[in-house]
């Protein structure tokens, strides 16, 4: 599988500076959920699928790794162009080495949930912030579907040996958090059962298995559940075809240029064809009720999702209060979030955040760290972070060094706050952006910011 990805070297720190406005025009890399999940259905259908506008990022790449040591065929034919032979649900291979899925939560916990749901044996690890993240969370019903953890490291942590069963049983299961990754490990597992699996979800999270599913030929539905949560069933063994999937703009990336034009002075730019499924723009509704200027043109459908390109000027924010029943929707935006409000005139009080703890960092002491090295006062008060937004009058002091504990969105977002504090700001280590958004850097110098 060549590729050519930038990684920068590990510790490599990066700083930006303020400058004039950005201007221009991008196109946010492709959807990184999207994209895990496109590799994941393309090994289990037999046939070729082929895939456009992959994200080509370090997280997506391990998974397809993954694929291939389960017996996928995995061919890059050009830039997000590539090709999957699948082998079908079923008859997936035993890997004979170690599956390193380096940063990459989503890929760890989906493909756990495609061998716990086939009889073959497959051990699971990834970098030292991978090892620290829970997966008892996708253990516990592999167990139930007849799964056996054969070694896990502490409080259930990788490096994990997990033995899949051939005849995974059909449960109904009740997910205690909102999590699209539970969820989607779940109904891969049953994939292979012979019977019907059933998640029950306390408030909707991401679709895209179950878009995807359906997308692929398999029988599944989605119903409300109590006030927020649905009900997703999924019929097993379903014959899946292949199917051709193109990737649109990840919103969780377009999140980055979105707010730096937002608190750069002067600053103009058009985001191209970013993905506006329902459960992933709880950013752009937060944004505007807090006064962005955001103006979506071109409405239109692509590859099965709704897309627009994002008119987005500078804006005077005002902080506002952002609803726990909304954190699904936007669970990955609040470091960036929290660099809008650092800008807002007023307080900004974000509820319900509890899951930021377990990411790839715990993102909410991360924030609150980053934002006190930048000169803005926050404070942690039982799972709500708040923000005081010094406004555009006092303006944000930064020069501080962020510690991103091996987080992209943490880097991301304190390298946006730099591009408009009055003494820019530095992160200590960039190499984890490759995960998410390879091209980050590019792509925002593209449009005017500095970077050193
Ligand atoms: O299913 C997915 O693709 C993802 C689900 C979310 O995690 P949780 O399922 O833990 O909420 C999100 O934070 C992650 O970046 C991607
Ligand atoms: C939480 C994230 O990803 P993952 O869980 O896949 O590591 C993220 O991309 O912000």
Not at 168 to 179: F, H
Request: proline letters at 6%; glycine letters at 12%; aromatic letters at 4%.
């Amino acid at each position: 599988m060549a590729v050519s990805i930038s990684i920068s070297p590990p510790g490599a720190a990066l700083s930006t500076a303020p400058g004039g406005p950005l201007k221009g025009r991008l196109r946010p890399p492709g959807d990184k959920s999207i994209s895990h999940r496109a590799f994941i259905l393309g090994l289990l259908t037999v046939g070729r699928t082929e895939i456009r506008g992959l994200l080509e990022g370090e997280d997506v790449l391990h998974t397809g790794a993954a694929c291939r040591a389960l017996g996928a065929r995995i061919e890059r034919l050009g830039e997000g162009f590539w090709q999957v032979d699948g082998i079908g649900i079923g008859t997936l291979l035993e890997p004979r080495e170690t599956l390193d899925f380096g940063n990459a939560g989503t890929g760890v916990r989906l493909m756990m949930g495609v061998v716990g749901g086939h009889g073959i044996t497959a051990a699971f690890d990834g970098d030292a912030s991978l090892r620290k993240r829970p997966m008892r969370r996708v253990l516990d019903p592999l167990v139930l579907m007849g799964a056996q953890v054969l070694s896990q490291d502490e409080g259930g942590r990788c490096p994990i040996r997990l033995k899949g069963t051939p005849e995974p049983l059909p449960i109904e299961y009740r997910t205690k958090v909102a999590s699209a990754q539970i969820k989607s490990a779940v109904l891969l597992a049953g994939l292979n059962s012979p019977g019907r699996t059933v998640v029950i979800e306390p408030q909707a999270s991401r679709d895209h298995t179950e878009k995807m599913l359906a997308h692929f030929g398999a029988t599944v539905a989605s119903e409300p559940f109590e006030a927020h949560g649905r009900r997703i069933t999924l019929e097993g063994r379903p014959a899946l075809h292949p199917a051709e999937i193109k990737v649109p703009a990840d919103p969780s990336s377009a999140a980055f240029p979105l707010v730096a034009a937002l608190i750069v002075p002067g600053s103009d730019i058009v985001i191209e064809g970013m993905m506006m499924n329902p459960l992933r723009v709880g950013l752009l509704q937060t944004l505007l009720e807090m006064g962005a200027q955001i103006e979506l043109i071109n409405q239109r459908d692509e590859g099965g999702e709704s897309v627009a390109d994002l008119h987005v000027r500078a804006s005077d924010l005002r902080g506002v209060d952002v609803p726990a029943e909304r954190a699904p929707a936007m669970i990955d935006e609040y470091p960036i979030l929290a660099v809008a409000a650092a800008f807002a005139t007023g307080e900004t009080r974000m509820r319900g955040l509890s899951e930021l703890r377990v990411k790839e960092s715990d993102r909410l002491v991360a924030v609150a760290d980053g934002l006190a090295a930048a000169g803005v006062e926050s404070i942690i008060e039982g799972d709500d972070l708040i923000v005081a937004g010094r406004g555009h009058d006092r303006g944000v002091p930064g020069g501080g060094v962020a510690v991103t504990h091996l987080d992209h969105r943490i880097a991301m977002s304190f390298l946006c706050l730099g591009l408009a504090a009055k003494r820019g700001m530095a992160i200590d280590d960039a190499a984890m952006i490759a995960t998410s958004f390879p091209t980050f850097q590019a792509a925002l110098a593209g449009l005017g910011a500095h970077f050193s």
